[in-house]
């Protein structure tokens, strides 16, 4: 089977985009959409970030749109324990391609500079003030990891269970990789609008893969349910 084939059988709509342009029109038109419709039915919305390079091109889309920015809140789905200013940090990244939609939006980063347990403390009690999210936007690395929830760590399947003990998990340090803030399955399978993004060859594979995997190995595959859509492009 196909990616789309294998989205639409669980009830997934599946976006194919040609070029990245189009790809990044096609995110930013769906998240304005949600969070329009957040906003006419609610007063507000809540929109949840992922970080990596991907989602820069949809994100300047986003910020040129016209929104009533000054309804909305931003934050992180995950970000590693680095300040802003450093090349690694996703809040940099998002401030960068939001500049004018965070002038007049409530932005909410995850980095305090505390410690990872103290900042995944305090976004916890954040987190249960704010959620669901309207609009919550995953990423996906070759790995099949999501958010920062990787493959194969020790506590993998409690933090992706809508059972978890917490909103918001401090992931230690490890070989290749910074310690980092995530949000768990308990606080990302409450959006009431859940969009994947993906591109290239590789995670089109990785993607199809975690149809049949159990989440433990590609962590994505726990999130492949309603009301997740799938943006893809063959360019990355």
Known sequence: MTLEQCSRARGLPFDAAATA?????????RVL?????????????????????????????????????????VTLVDERWVPEDHPDSNAGMIKRCLP???????????????SPEQDAARMEVVLRRLLP?????????PDGHTASLFPQTSDIA????????????????????????????KAIR??????????GEQKYRTLLEAFEAEPEK???????APPMEIFYSPEG
Not at 21 to 29: F, L, Q, V
């Open 133 to 141: 999210a309207d609009v919550l936007v995953l990423g996906m690395g």
């Open 100 to 114: 004018r939609a965070l002038q007049r939006a409530q932005w909410i980063p995850m980095y305090q500079g505390e």
């Open 218 to 224: 590609l962590p994505v595959a726990a999130f492949l």
């Open 21 to 29: 342009e189009a790809h990044a029109e096609h995110m930013a038109s």
């Open 33 to 73: 959409e949600g969070l329009r419709q957040a906003i006419q039915a609610n007063g507000t919305a809540t929109l949840a970030l992922s970080g990596g390079r991907g989602p820069e091109q949809f994100l300047r889309r986003l910020d040129a749109m016209a929104l009533e920015w000054e309804k909305v809140t």
């Open 190 to 199: 409450q959006a009431k609008l859940l969009l994947l993004q993906i591109s």
């Open 158 to 185: 409690e933090n992706l269970s809508d059972r978890a003990r917490q909103l918001c998990q401090a992931v230690p340090a490890a070989e290749g990789r910074r310690a980092r803030l995530t949000m768990t399955g």
